[in-house]
């Protein structure tokens, strides 16, 4: 796999997810308050449910369904029912390209 555009900058809403997919995996791209670009994987670890569908709140992506809150920076799930984290993907930045590469997961701590 490689790195793939998935949207462009400016088609992104400020807090709010959209959902793309890249070589058959599911990721919401988030444009956060403070102006940064996060990508995590679209499916909530409890329940199978697209996070894209959710809420943003801060650094946050909510499932409609259950109310499981997931961090955008490192995917661990902030309260329950969840107790997996969701991976988190490396977003690059090129003009007003948005790319990732679903095969790249950031490290985190």
């Known amino acids: 796999m490689s790195v793939s555009r998935v949207c462009g900058l400016s088609e992104l809403v400020q807090d709010e997810a959209r959902r793309v997919e890249v070589d058959g995996?599911?990721?919401a791209v988030v444009l956060d308050g403070d102006g940064?670009?996060?990508a995590i994987g679209d499916v909530c670890t409890h329940g199978d449910i697209s996070?894209?569908?959710?809420f943003v709140e801060g650094d946050t992506l909510e499932c409609w369904?259950?109310?499981s809150a997931f961090s955008l920076r490192t995917g661990r799930p902030l309260n329950l029912p969840a107790f997996e984290p969701v991976p988190v993907y490396e977003v690059v930045i090129d003009g007003d390209d948005v790319l990732i590469d679903p095969a790249v997961t950031k490290a985190t701590a």
């Open 25 to 27: 995996v599911a990721i």
């Open 36 to 38: 940064d670009v996060h």
């Open 65 to 67: 369904a259950h109310g």
């Open 51 to 54: 996070l894209s569908d959710g």
